[in-house]
Structures are given as structure tokens and as C-alpha cells.
């Protein structure tokens, strides 16, 4: 019973470059949300998609920054011409349904290193 | 704004002796609380979860105060583990229906043997 999955765990990019990080979400989960996490911090939201669909990216940074949750294949967040200060611990979560108490689970994150 | 406290950066118990683990929030409509756990280089692990019409709740050598008066949550170990060595971290709702999360800062615990 696999949880949820990311990847790469770890990316190192030079400023400028373009980072991609998926998450696969547990099975029989249709709702994701992403954080990010700076070094010594908590998590702070970023987006929440269903299959398809952008529910909430209020989150999300104006420019350079995506997501989407497609129908096959995992969710993608993608930062374009990254900065040294992307370099943080990005976590993506999923849950069953949507809304309050709903258990969100963790992955292992993806450490982005920018240079 | 909306936001989630925690009271201490870093929490150094004993083995064997009871932990505590405080948290302040600052929004009175919130109605559900999540426990988290972070060990080094991985990602959150839920531990427990509390509603407002609950003041307590136990689990497996955790427990979970509410006091919705002060609007202060918190987490007991007892018989505290070198396992249990990891950052702790509240989180709530916030207004939101969506389910996203509103994280505190945390709290390192650390264990000594």
C-alpha cells in the first residue's frame, strides 16, 4: 500500500534553469495539495488541485510557478528560470476527499537546491 | 491574518519522562487541529487529530488538549522514546473550506538518553 510518492528527492539546478517535481498522489486519492518548506520553518500552502482542475493557488508565487494535476499521470509543479531563494523543500500531500478534516498525507518531499 | 503558534523552538526531555508540546492559533471559528511529526529528511507524519467539540483525545502514548477559550492546543508523550526526536508541528484550517493547511512554526523535540 504505497503512500504518496515524489520525485526526484532531491534537484539541484543553476539559476535560470527550470525545475519539475511530480508527486503521485496514495492510491485512491484524487485530491493534492502542495507546500513548501524553507530551512528551519513550517509548511506553507501553495495549491490544491483535483484531477484537472486548480481548486485553490492562493499559494502559489504570481510569476514562474505552476501545477497541474492531470487525469493519467502524477501532479507537477513546475518552477521556470528558478532563483536561489526557490531553494527550499517542496511537499506534496493527498487526501480522499476535499475539505476540513480530511487527513492530508505526506510525502517525502523534494529538496531543490538552487545554485 | 490567520496564523498558528508555537510556544518554544526546542523542547529537551529525558528519556522516559512525559513531553509537552504547546500551540497557540489565532483563528476562534476553527474546528479541526492536526499533529504532526517531522524527523530529519523526510516529510510530515500525521500523529493525531482533534475536533472543536472535543477537548481531548487519546492515542497510542500521545494525547491532545483543546482549550478553545485561550485558543491553545496541545501534544503529550508520554513515556518519551529517542524515536520520538523530531520537529512537532500544529496545523489547522484556517477559513478555508478547501482543506489546505495552516502550519506553526515547530517545535524540535530532542530526547536525551
Known amino acids: 500500500n504505497a503512500g504518496v510518492m515524489q520525485n526526484p528527492r532531491h534537484l539541484v539546478r543553476r539559476r535560470g534553469q527550470e525545475a519539475r517535481l511530480r508527486c503521485s498522489p496514495m492510491k485512491g486519492h484524487s485530491h493534492v495539495y502542495w507546500y513548501r518548506q524553507l530551512p528551519e520553518e513550517g509548511l506553507k500552502f501553495m495549491v490544491y488541485?483535483?484531477?484537472?482542475?486548480?481548486?485553490?493557488e492562493s499559494g502559489m508565487p504570481k510569476e514562474r510557478f505552476s501545477a497541474e494535476f492531470p487525469k493519467e499521470g502524477p501532479s507537477i509543479l513546475r518552477i521556470q528560470q528558478v532563483v536561489r531563494g526557490d531553494s527550499a523543500a517542496y511537499f506534496c500531500a493527498s487526501s480522499p476527499t476535499m475539505g476540513q478534516g480530511e487527513t492530508q498525507y505526506f510525502g517525502p518531499g523534494t529538496r531543490l537546491l538552487v545554485l | 491574518g490567520e496564523s498558528v503558534g508555537l510556544h518554544l523552538p526546542t523542547l529537551s526531555v529525558q528519556e522516559g519522562d512525559n513531553s509537552i508540546i504547546n500551540c497557540a492559533y489565532s483563528?476562534?471559528?476553527?474546528?479541526?487541529f492536526i499533529w504532526y511529526k517531522q524527523e530529519s529528511g523526510k516529510g510530515p507524519q500525521f500523529i493525531i487529530d482533534i475536533r472543536s467539540n472535543m477537548d481531548k483525545r487519546q492515542g497510542q502514548r500521545v494525547t491532545v488538549l483543546l482549550n478553545k477559550t485561550v485558543k491553545h492546543l496541545s501534544l503529550q508523550i508520554a513515556a518519551t522514546q529517542p524515536g520520538d526526536s523530531a520537529v512537532y508541528f500544529c496545523?489547522?484550517?484556517?477559513?478555508?473550506?478547501?482543506?489546505?493547511?495552516?502550519f506553526g512554526q515547530g517545535t524540535t523535540l530532542q530526547v536525551k538518553p
Open positions: 488541485l483535483q484531477k484537472e482542475n486548480i481548486i485553490d
Open positions: 496545523a489547522e484550517p484556517g477559513s478555508s473550506n478547501t482543506g489546505k493547511l495552516i
Open positions: 483563528n476562534s471559528a476553527s474546528d479541526y
